[in-house]
């Protein structure tokens, strides 16, 4: 929140009816005063989240999803929170500041992001001179138009050695930043641009900054690599982004699925063909960051990689992850040609789109790659092809899944039902050992009387001033860090905005890792509760005693373990004054 007003954020807030921007995403049902919906955070089936329409904050009962606003539409759209913001105001009609749209992260790497936007309108201009004629009617045979050129950024980095950086020089920026960023390289002690005499595509982070660049060669150039990528640098991490994932994420909430391909050509040739629900890997192998954007956006995913071996195993790699993390998971495998941009430049868009319309399910897939190169004629081929089937059965829990199988190979194969449906459990049972021995449950710590009220005081102090005052005069103190720094939290928020909420306060601590999630944790726990004075000095009296005690407990070890006969005295004094506390 450093680069936007508490006044201003608290302001958009307060306009901002929580029953309206969540019921303009999901529907909701009113029962009483509150409103159910069906939780988008997790697989839910039935309503299981409420929305206080007195707190203005939500919660799951399911998944223990909890939040304002802000945190609802940041979690949702899967943007920033200063984003979330921008969202919820222009909902509520509201005008903002400038500083508003500007996100920590472009506020840290600001230079580098500007260095980034020059070089790409740099690199565009060049393709529209006399010099960038040949890699136009490159662009052009391969069927990329006008239109794809600027919708993704496309440039040419010129023949001579140093145009950008003597460009970006002029603008001074420092050569070591440039080569640190990866837009020139040193060699031998001489400074070159990293990507001269080749097309530049654009590379970008989830939240469309310009990060870095891929580019390709064009003339037909010998012993020298067809692709140039950015290595990374501390605004570019590879694995940690998708290509086009920020403008294919609206278009694939909206389709309710999103396609990934290998190569960022694939997603280019998809998008030139009117699919733009696509993203790029740019590589093989997936990784949890990625596997992270796609969970957030609550699609389904389309797998599709190359038509070869390379691709091949790496559909089966990422589809398992994908599993393993709650997506629904569904392939494609084109015939013919190597990879999507192949295959529609020589079968058409319309043939592509029919496989897209008709993908097979995940599971599906992996039927059919274990029949690969066995004969269910063969008895010893025929049992391996039922184990590999009834182990990946059993970390689907799907029953309806398990059944339709079970069924199928019973029949097809002229099986005992009974006889796969124990093999199954059997597998089951391992598989269940197998997770439980690598991710260890953690057991929740259960919590005693003294923590139980500790966290009632603090979430009735973020109801109200009055609250505020009762802890102060009464208590005034927490024997725990993480309760004292909460509450002097709590104390501080009220004396700034003279007044407070729990919405507010939970805007507040977004961005103060060291307490939001214990705050969050005892929103949770408590947002039902009545508010009432009389339980909160029944809270004060129970922490009060509690504490009494333990200092009690500490004096008289004290005592016991001090010499000196004064001291002593002072401390058996002292033992006697709690100890009238504690009747």
């Given amino acids: 929140m450093a680069f936007v007003s508490n006044d201003e954020i608290n302001a958009i807030r307060a306009k901002a009816d929580i029953i309206s921007i969540v019921g303009s995403y999901i529907p909701l049902t009113q029962r009483g005063k509150n409103y159910f919906c069906v939780c988008p955070f997790h697989d839910d089936h039935s309503p299981s989240m409420s929305l206080s329409t007195d707190k203005q904050i939500y919660k799951c009962f399911s998944c223990g999803a909890t939040g304002n606003v802000f945190s609802f539409v940041a979690e949702y759209e899967n943007v920033s929170f200063i984003e979330a913001v921008a969202i919820v105001a222009n909902k509520c009609g509201m005008e903002l500041s400038q500083a508003t749209y500007s996100s920590n992260v472009q506020q840290i790497y600001k230079e580098e992001h500007e260095i980034m936007e020059l070089s790409q309108k740099f690199f565009l201009n060049n393709l529209r001179t006399d010099i960038g004629k040949e890699a136009i009617k490159y662009l052009s045979d391969r069927g990329i138009n006008d239109d794809t050129i600027k919708e993704f950024g496309i440039g040419l980095s010129l023949d001579s050695n140093d145009s950008l950086l003597t460009l970006l020089n002029k603008k001074n920026y420092e050569t070591d930043k440039l080569i640190e960023i990866g837009l020139v390289n040193n060699v031998n002690g001489k400074n070159y641009d990293m990507f001269n005499r080749r097309i530049t595509f654009p590379l ?7 990060v870095g660049f891929s580019a390709r060669i064009y003339r037909g150039e010998k012993d020298v690599s067809k692709y140039m990528n950015s290595r990374e640098s501390k605004i570019f991490k590879k694995g940690e982004t998708l290509y086009n994932y920020h403008n294919a994420k609206d278009v694939a ?33 997936m990784t949890i960051d990625q596997i992270n954007l796609l969970k957030k956006l609550r699609v389904k995913v389309i797998l599709c990689l190359d038509n070869d071996n390379a691709g091949l195993m790496a559909t089966v790699a990422n589809g398992d992850e994908l599993v393993k993390n709650g997506i629904e998971t569904y392939v494609i495998r084109l ?15 319309e043939a592509f789109l029919e496989n897209v319309n008709n993908p097979l399910t995940f599971f599906e897939f992996k039927m059919n790659y274990f029949k690969q190169n066995k004969n269910l004629d063969n008895v010893e081929d025929l049992t391996e092809y039922i184990n590999d089937v009834l182990k990946s059965l059993a970390s689907n829990d799907d029953p309806i899944l398990r059944e339709v199988t079970l069924n199928k190979l019973a029949k097809e194969y002229d099986l005992s039902f009974d006889v796969l449906k124990k093999k199954l459990e059997a597998n089951t049972t391992l598989e ?19 923590m139980k009220a500790a966290e009632k005081i603090l979430y009735f102090m973020m109801n109200g001033e009055e609250y505020i005052n009762e802890y102060k005069t009464k208590l005034g103190y927490f024997s725990e860090q993480v309760y004292r720094e909460i509450a002097n939290e709590i104390i501080y928020f009220c004396e700034a905005n003279e007044t407070i909420t729990v919405a507010d ?14 705050v969050m944790e005892i929103v949770n726990d408590s947002i039902n509760d009545e508010i ?36 002593k005295m002072k401390i058996a004094l002292q033992l006697v004054e709690l100890k009238k506390e504690d009747v």
């Fill in 253 to 285: 909430k909206r389709e309710k699925k999103i396609i990934v391909v290998e190569g960022f050509m694939d997603a280019i040739r998809i998008s030139l063909s009117g699919i733009k629900n696509v993203v790029a890997l740019q590589g093989t192998a």
């Fill in 532 to 567: 009432t004075m009389k339980d909160m000095d029944d809270y004060i009296l129970a922490v009060s005693k509690v504490m009494t005690q333990n200092e009690i407990k500490r004096l008289k070890l004290l005592l016991k373990n001090e010499l000196d006969v004064d001291k």
């Fill in 204 to 210: 970008w982070d989830k939240d469309g900054n310009i």
């Fill in 335 to 349: 015939s013919g040609q190597k990879d999507p941009d192949e295959y529609i430049i020589a079968n058409g868009s």
């Fill in 432 to 450: 269940v050992k197998k997770v439980d021995k690598e991710e260890p449950k953690k057991e929740k710590k259960l919590k005693d009387k003294y």
């Fill in 505 to 518: 306060f939970i805007t507040y601590i977004t961005d103060k890792s060291e307490i939001k999630d214990k």
